[in-house]
């Protein structure tokens, strides 16, 4: 049995006519900049995310880019953020002349740990800080409710990378209702890339944000800070989000929530058949879904709404278990295998502080197939050929 990492092809098979006829008519129509699409997806993404205001752009790096543009980060200045995530968290603060702070993550949930931003704040006596920027990893929603008080405690802006996130939902700061990720920071920026829940045709990507004047600052932005055509009150850049993208990203959108759904029953039934084998007792798998899928401090009756980009395990003996399962037809991969505040580009200045559990987490995740169409047997192989693994060992 072959099972693929991600399989676009499913995906892209019942909804191919529809998507090449609105292709077609993006092309006769000729507006292939700022076409009629581009609005329509914006206001479908806001409404969708709960939140005002939406603008499109060229790719989720360019959405975190962007917003720390809208904020005037530049050198001299620190933005906190976790060391365990895709380089571009870290890449826009280092190309915007800023340094990157770490605070380390809790190891259960992946995500930025509120207590160590807690004393990352405290020790920041010269006020450098400019910003937060936490990541929603995998799909789950990093722990918010912390995180926003402190960021009020230090009056400090909330870039939240929901990258891999978009639709992710935690519960709201009044108790009850559930927020979706991206609207409860100032802002929350979202990828397109083909393999996020939402994934284009090609580059593309979103800001949301229920604040008005930062949204426009964001939208002028994208645009070489033009407005009027040809007057410039900001040096911007070419941010713009294609018609055709967003004409393609229309039709995904309306099976966003289906596709959730979906990948939520496979993590389900990754956890249960898991659970099922004696990987566990035997040690060797630690932090079952089941236990992540939940956010700290929540009983098990109110599940985090994780949209599971990632199905993640973290295993001993990561990297032959890998190859193991390469061998056996099994697409995995690591996300991620160097923490950032490891990279070589950082240079020999850079002060590398320990972060243990990041580091311990590049070592010991991998991802397995979680995609929406993947079938019932292909996740009962895969989980055959883990446990077929550790017995040989
Ligand atoms: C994918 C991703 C990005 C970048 O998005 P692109 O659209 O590929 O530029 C940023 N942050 C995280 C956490 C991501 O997963």
Same mark, same amino acid.
């Given at each position: 049995?072959?099972?693929?990492?991600?399989?676009?092809?499913?995906?892209?098979?019942?909804?191919?006519?529809?998507?090449?006829?609105?292709?077609?008519?993006?092309?006769?129509?000729?507006?292939?900049?700022?076409?009629?699409?581009?609005?329509?997806?914006?206001?479908?993404?806001?409404?969708?995310?709960?939140?005002?205001?939406?603008?499109?752009?060229?790719?989720?790096?360019?959405?975190?880019?962007?917003?720390?543009?809208?904020?005037?980060?530049?050198?001299?200045?620190?933005?906190?953020?976790?060391?365990?995530?895709?380089?571009?968290?870290?890449?826009?603060?280092?190309?915007?002349?800023?340094?990157?702070?770490?605070?380390?993550?809790?190891?259960?949930?992946?995500?930025?740990?509120?207590?160590?931003?807690?004393?990352?704040?405290?020790?920041?006596?010269?006020?450098?800080?400019?910003?937060?920027?936490?990541?929603?990893?995998?799909?789950?929603?990093?722990?918010?409710?912390?995180?926003?008080?402190?960021?009020?405690?230090?009056?400090?802006?909330?870039?939240?990378?929901?990258?891999?996130?978009?639709?992710?939902?935690?519960?709201?700061?009044?108790?009850?209702?559930?927020?979706?990720?991206?609207?409860?920071?100032?802002?929350?920026?979202?990828?397109?890339?083909?393999?996020?829940?939402?994934?284009?045709?090609?580059?593309?990507?979103?800001?949301?944000?229920?604040? *008005? #004047?930062? %949204?426009?600052?964001?939208? +002028?932005?994208?645009?070489?800070?033009? $407005?009027? @055509?040809?007057?410039?009150?900001?040096?911007?850049?070419?941010?713009?989000?294609?018609?055709?993208?967003?004409?393609?990203?229309?039709?995904?959108?309306?099976?966003?929530?289906?596709?959730?759904?979906?990948?939520?029953?496979?993590?389900?039934?990754?956890?249960?058949?898991?659970?099922?084998?004696?990987?566990?007792?035997?040690?060797?798998?630690?932090?079952?879904?089941?236990?992540?899928?939940?956010?700290?401090?929540?009983?098990?009756?109110?599940?985090?709404?994780?949209?599971?980009?990632?199905?993640?395990?973290?295993?001993?003996?990561?990297?032959?278990?890998?190859?193991?399962?390469?061998?056996?037809?099994?697409?995995?991969?690591?996300?991620?295998?160097?923490?950032?505040?490891?990279?070589?580009?950082?240079?020999?200045?850079?002060?590398?502080?320990?972060?243990?559990? *990041? #580091?311990? %987490?590049?070592?010991?995740? +991998?991802?397995?197939?979680?995609?929406? $169409?993947? @079938?019932?047997?292909?996740?009962?192989?895969?989980?055959?050929?883990?446990?077929?693994?550790?017995?040989?060992?």
């Amino acid at each position: 049995m072959k099972v693929p990492l991600l399989d676009l092809h499913a995906q892209l098979r019942p909804l191919r006519e529809e998507i090449g006829r609105a292709v077609a008519k993006v092309i006769d129509s000729v507006q292939y900049i700022q076409g009629p699409d581009v609005a329509e997806l914006e206001a479908e993404v806001a409404a969708y995310s709960g939140v005002e205001h939406a603008v499109a752009v060229s790719s989720g790096t360019d959405a975190l880019l962007v917003c720390l543009m809208a904020l005037g980060v530049g050198p001299g200045d620190r933005v906190v953020t976790t060391p365990y995530s895709f380089f571009a968290t870290m890449g826009v603060i280092l190309r915007l002349g800023a340094e990157p702070v770490f605070c380390d993550i809790d190891p259960v949930t992946f995500n930025m740990d509120p207590d160590q931003l807690a004393g990352t704040l405290a020790r920041d006596s010269d006020r450098r800080i400019k910003v937060i920027l936490p990541v929603h990893l995998y799909g789950q929603c990093a722990h918010m409710a912390p995180i926003m008080a402190l960021a009020e405690k230090y009056n400090l802006p909330v870039i939240e990378d929901a990258a891999q996130a978009i639709g992710a939902q935690y519960p709201g700061m009044d108790g009850h209702k559930w927020v979706r990720a991206g609207s409860m920071g100032l802002a929350g920026c979202f990828s397109f890339f083909p393999s996020k829940n939402l994934g284009g045709m090609g580059d593309g990507g979103m800001v949301v944000s229920r604040d *008005s #004047e930062f %949204a426009h600052r964001v939208r +002028l932005l994208r645009n070489h800070g033009a $407005e009027p @055509k040809y007057y410039h009150s900001l040096v911007g850049g070419n941010f713009r989000l294609d018609t055709l993208q967003a004409a393609i990203l229309r039709i995904k959108l309306r099976h966003l929530e289906d596709w959730h759904a979906a990948r939520r029953a496979n993590g389900r039934y990754y956890d249960q058949l898991l659970s099922e084998t004696d990987l566990l007792e035997q040690g060797v798998l630690s932090t079952p879904a089941s236990v992540y899928r939940n956010a700290p401090g929540q009983a098990d009756s109110e599940p985090n709404y994780h949209i599971f980009n990632q199905y993640v395990i973290r295993v001993q003996k990561r990297d032959e278990l890998l190859q193991h399962l390469q061998a056996e037809g099994i697409g995995c991969e690591v996300y991620y295998p160097v923490a950032l505040h490891q990279q070589q580009c950082l240079g020999p200045d850079f002060k590398i502080m320990p972060m243990p559990n *990041s #580091e311990e %987490a590049a070592a010991q995740t +991998l991802a397995l197939p979680i995609y929406p $169409e993947l @079938k019932k047997e292909m996740q009962e192989y895969v989980v055959r050929a883990i446990a077929a693994f550790y017995q040989g060992t």
